[in-house]
């Protein structure tokens, strides 16, 4: 049973462009979650996904972040016009009931040069 | 909002030693707590966790407590190995809200 993939692993951007991050959860999880991390800190929650749904963004920025879930495919997770402050490790996780028992991936560190 | 706390930010212990990590949270209504490693460069990865209806869960050589009445739980690692070394974090879930996690613990466990 894979665990959560997420891709790229890394990835490099200039300020003004688009990154796009991508999260499939493991299977059987219909439950996506983003996360922030920079470094030396904790995770900080961004979005709640289930198919098709947002559930919770009360964690993303209103402006420049998008999240989607589509019906097939994997979650992305959007960043427009990036900055430098958008430099951070990106990490989903997956459940297969709503918040409980999350599984993460190994991430995707944004860096923007 | 819930508000978790966690302590210490650093710790180190001699091999063998064991290790203890607190957090505390502030809504009473919280009801799940899971426990994450992460090791440097590395995913967090879900270690243990325990719901407010149980006071103690063990796992070999890693055990969770809760105290409801105070609103803390604690990490218990014994029989400390160097493999231990990473960041811990803590998180606590209130109903159906996001996962609030604590700034993290740097354990190094010393040879």
């Known amino acids: 049973n894979a665990g959560v993939m997420q891709n790229p692993r890394h990835l490099v951007r200039r300020r003004g462009q688009e990154a796009r991050l991508r999260c499939s959860p493991m299977?059987?999880?219909?439950?996506v979650y983003w996360y922030r991390q920079l470094p030396e800190e904790g995770l900080k929650f961004m979005v709640y996904?289930?198919?098709?749904?947002?559930?919770?963004e009360s964690g993303m920025p209103k402006e420049r972040f998008s999240a989607e879930f589509p019906k097939e495919g994997p979650s992305i997770l959007r960043i427009q016009q990036v900055v430098r402050g958008d430099s951070a490790a990106y990490f989903c996780?997956?459940?297969?009931?709503?918040?409980?028992?999350?599984?993460f991936g190994p991430g995707t560190r944004l860096t923007v040069l | 909002g819930e508000n978790v706390e966690q302590h210490p930010s650093t710790l180190s212990v001699q091999e063998g030693d064991s290790a203890v990590i607190k957090c505390t949270y502030s809504?009473?209504?919280?009801?799940?707590f899971p426990w994450y490693k992460q090791e440097l460069g590395k995913r967090p990865q879900l270690i243990i966790d325990?719901?407010?209806?149980?006071g103690e869960k063990k796992d070999q050589r890693i055990a969770v407590t809760l105290n409801k009445t105070a609103k803390h739980f604690s990490l218990h690692i014994t029989e400390t190995q160097p493999e231990d070394s990473a960041v811990y974090f803590c998180?606590?879930?209130?109903?159906?809200?996001?996962?609030?996690f604590g700034k993290g613990t740097r354990l190094s466990v010393i040879a």
């Open positions: 996780a997956s459940s297969p009931r709503s918040y409980n028992e999350q599984f």
């Open positions: 299977k059987g999880h219909s439950h």
């Open positions: 996904l289930q198919k098709e749904n947002i559930i919770d």
């Open positions: 809504d009473s209504a919280s009801n799940y």
């Open positions: 325990i719901r407010s209806n149980v």
């Open positions: 998180a606590a879930i209130v109903g159906n809200t996001p996962l609030v």
